[in-house]
């Protein structure tokens, strides 16, 4: 008999794989939402077939060191860390160069992401967004720091300790923002508009139990229907 762990989580993954929208979706409504060419920035490729290259902007650049798609067909292959290092001194684009969006999607580990957002913020237009996938991982075993241990009820999917870097902007005062209740949770940061409250419930040493026990407060989880009818409010 199989153990009830490991059939839950294979119900759970498929669950998610079934949610719509995918990321590129909402990616290009927000987008879409925009009547001036936009420039779109993605850190963390991999295969560009997977989202890279269904993204409408006008001019985008990807970046990725080919740590797990060696052909890694990106603009720049190095590091984000090393990436914005260089763009901040003006060696690869010029560097008052600011997105329109900018997606985060690289090492899904909570200090790297941590810092894939304080540099993409520093690069973001006032009214731009931050987009982050992987911030809503259904169990424990998703957000396990260590990719390669597949033998759990997560089996391979791995959302890493992105939640954490996520729910840590949440708690800015500075940016709003929200998950969107798909594709691994599709988290969106805004300078300029009000995404919903900060959570009131604290979780300071980011305790998975706490968030799977007050997930829908501390993501400030929302259906993509509600997301467009808040930035339908807005427009540019």
Not at 101 to 110: C, E, N, Q, R, T
Request: with cysteine.
């Amino acid at each position: 008999m199989e153990d009830a762990y490991l059939l839950s989580g294979d119900s759970l993954n498929r669950t998610e794989m079934n949610k719509r929208p995918y990321r590129y979706d909402i990616i290009n409504f927000l987008l879409s939402s925009f009547t001036r060419k936009t420039t779109y920035l993605e850190i963390g490729v991999r295969n560009p077939n997977d989202n890279y290259n269904k993204i409408m902007a006008d001019v985008k650049y990807s970046v990725d060191p080919g740590v797990e798609f060696k052909e890694n067909p990106v603009d720049f292959k190095m590091t984000s860390d090393a990436f914005f290092e260089r763009l901040r001194n003006g060696e690869h684009i010029d560097r008052n160069i600011r997105f329109e969006l900018i997606f985060i999607d690289g090492l899904h580990l909570a200090d790297q992401v941590d810092r894939d957002i304080e540099h993409a913020l520093a690069f973001l237009k006032d009214d731009g967004f931050l987009v982050m996938h992987d911030c809503n991982p259904p169990t424990e075993w998703h957000a396990r720091e260590t990719h390669g241990f597949e033998f759990s009820p997560a089996g391979p999917q791995w959302n890493g300790s992105t939640w954490k870097a996520f729910l840590k902007a949440r708690y800015r005062t500075d940016i709003s923002s929200c998950c969107i209740d798909t594709d691994w949770g599709v988290g969106i940061i805004s300078k300029h508009i009000n995404l919903g409250a900060t959570p009131t419930i604290g979780n300071p040493f980011y305790e998975f139990y706490l968030l799977d026990k007050h997930r829908k407060e501390m993501l400030n989880l929302l259906d993509f229907e509600r997301f467009q009818q808040l930035i339908s409010k807005e427009s540019h």
